[in-house]
């Protein structure tokens, strides 16, 4: 089991940088793959990036590339999710999960991710 808590999250203009992390309990942290899902209000949980337990693979939903980097350390535990660029319609709550599944094929379905951490909110204004 591995407990996650996202923090970085706050009020950035249009156009500014964020960088969120997400800190994993537990000593296990390199045998998850790991992605960022963000959940505006009235929305449901869509996907935002995710990478393999080793950093070798990533992945990005259309609307974060060329704009987030999601990368790791599993050194320390941590994920992290760089904002550049950001935009009024990035404004959401943002998770991490960590999916144990050996697979990497699906990583962009929440259902794929056993863990959760309880969220921070970024809120971009225009």
């Given amino acids: 089991?591995?407990?996650?808590?996202?923090?970085?999250?706050?009020?950035?203009?249009?156009?500014?940088?964020?960088?969120?992390?997400?800190?994993?309990?537990?000593?296990?942290f390199s045998s998850y793959d790991m992605g960022w899902f963000h959940q505006a209000p009235g929305k449901e949980r869509e996907f935002v990036a995710a990478i393999s337990r080793t950093g070798s693979i990533t992945s990005y939903a259309d609307s974060a590339k060329g704009r987030f980097t999601i990368s790791r350390d599993n050194a320390k535990n941590t994920v992290y999710l760089q904002m550049n660029s950001v935009k009024p319609e990035d404004t959401a709550?943002?998770?991490?999960?960590?999916?144990?599944?050996?697979?990497?094929?699906?990583?962009w379905r929440r259902e794929k991710y056993e863990y959760?951490?309880?969220?921070?909110?970024v809120t971009v204004s225009s």
């Fill in 93 to 107: 709550v943002y998770y991490c999960g960590a999916d144990r599944d050996s697979s990497w094929y699906g990583q």
């Fill in 1 to 28: 089991q591995v407990q996650l808590v996202e923090s970085g999250g706050g009020l950035v203009q249009a156009g500014g940088s964020l960088r969120l992390s997400c800190a994993a309990s537990g000593r296990t």
């Fill in 116 to 121: 959760w951490g309880q969220g921070t909110q």
